[in-house]
């Protein structure tokens, strides 16, 4: 057995990590699905990969951007949301999350999420970072923000979404991600940054 060093693969260290170059060629695209028929656009696109010369159908779900909010209060709790996911058949606990609506300022969207869910209003915000979710499917790109300085104002959500919410401890919170409690991507990702970025 070979031991890592032995292994014919570049050392790089993360500030001179490389970036690839684009092997891909689109020939055609076209869509299979539009609102309202479907949630969001579908599309398939021909597309040929130009170092073998090979073509493949290749579909893209066009989800917009969306963003989750850790909300954290004076005590160092956050606000989750629980809900049924249909998809996935089952229930979910989250970070206060949501689409953006077209040309949306995403801190806007954030604001306008995080009232809707919880009835929370916030005076400081701080980006977190973004996450691509579910890169080889959707262009979904998620956007992570840390609210704090809350004010709370009656929640109104979506008339469909059956919502419950609840004020945990930050830590018991990263608690629930380690245990696989919290499973959806953007809480993950926002709950783990937020550890980060305050060090918690």
Known sequence: MKTTNEINIPT?????LPDGKNPFETIDSHNL????????????DTVRNLLTGNS???????????????????????????QWRYTFGKYSWELPSGSAADKENLRDAAKRELREETGLIADSWTKLGT???????TIDEGHLFLATN???????????????????PFSEAVSL???????????IAAILKAKHLLNL
């Open 56 to 82: 493949f159908h290749y579909t893209v779900s066009e989800i917009g951007p969306s963003v989750a909010i850790v909300a954290m209060d004076d005590d160092g709790y956050i606000f989750l949301v629980g």
């Open 177 to 187: 991600v380690f245990s696989n409690r919290i499973t959806e991507s953007l809480s």
């Open 12 to 16: 790089y260290s993360s500030s001179d």
């Open 150 to 168: 809350l004010a709370l104002f009656p929640a109104t959500p979506d008339p469909n979404e059956i919502i419950q919410r609840v004020r945990i």
């Open 33 to 44: 699905g539009q609102p309202p028929a479907t949630w969001y656009p579908i599309r398939i």
């Open 131 to 137: 996450v691509d979710n579910c890169n080889g499917a």
